[in-house]
């Protein structure tokens, strides 16, 4: 497992962070000053715009790093994002799980998409506040998108998983798989349709017609709020 994901170390004292990081750094570490600044701002910017253009409900907006920005970041304890990779976040609302994953892969560029605009506002307006650089939004539908490809596709409770996949994959590079040697510590490399999902997936799997890896969240992060919430990665291969 990468070095910066230890499970129950702490980089920061209950003083230190703001309300609810805790559970982030719990999980992760290593962090750059730069991205411990990030993370810090998420909490304040989400507040200020939700209270304007609610794209956080509002029983949830008080555990945004547990049910927003952890949540968005299982996907990292799971595939690694190389650098020069590029992502599409199809329908990503507030900017999960785009945003947090942007924070965590400096290195990556992101495209996140959404077809209702105010809520790209919302985005915009924490990529500027965070400084985050490699982010970019456009407000379009997935399946209108021309003459664009992306390595992966990322996405969080938006649509089935069969209208996903649908989407998905006329926008994906076709890649050979990443093996990670037995008794590595390497994460594989991300590749095809990455998205969070919840509870009983076996019709919606089978409605696909696709073979999804399946990693159970609770798994990662033993909190109660990821029981029955689960990673799907569909893989694009260049024999599909």
Request: hydrophobic letters at 40%.
């Amino acid at each position: 497992m990468d070095d910066r994901i230890l499970y129950h170390l702490c980089t920061f004292t209950m003083e230190e962070a703001p309300r609810g990081l805790e559970i982030v750094t719990r999980y992760f570490s290593d962090f750059t000053p730069e991205q411990n600044r990030q993370l810090r701002a998420l909490e304040e910017v989400y507040h200020e715009w939700n209270a304007r253009i609610n794209v956080i409900s509002r029983k949830d907006i008080g555990s945004l790093y547990e049910k927003h920005v952890l949540h968005s970041l299982s996907i990292a304890a799971v595939f690694d994002f190389p650098p020069g990779t590029h992502v599409i976040d199809i329908g990503t609302g507030g900017g999960f799980p785009g945003i947090p994953l942007a924070i965590f892969f400096p290195e990556t560029q992101f495209q996140l998409v959404d077809s209702i605009a105010k809520k790209l506002k919302v985005v915009d307006a924490v990529a500027d506040a965070l400084s985050l650089t490699n982010i970019c939004t456009q407000h379009i539908r997935a399946e209108e998108i021309k003459g664009k490809k992306f390595d992966i596709a990322i996405s969080r409770a938006v649509a089935p998983l069969k209208d996903l996949w649908f989407w998905s994959r006329p926008l994906l590079r076709p890649q050979n798989m990443h093996l990670v040697p037995e008794n590595s510590d390497a994460l594989p490399k991300a590749s095809g349709l990455i998205c969070l999902k919840g509870g009983d997936l076996h019709a919606e799997i089978s409605e696909s017609g696709t073979r999804p890896k399946i990693h159970e969240i609770y798994d990662l992060f033993p909190e109660e709020s990821f029981r029955e919430k689960y990673i799907l990665q569909v893989p694009y291969q260049r024999n599909n």
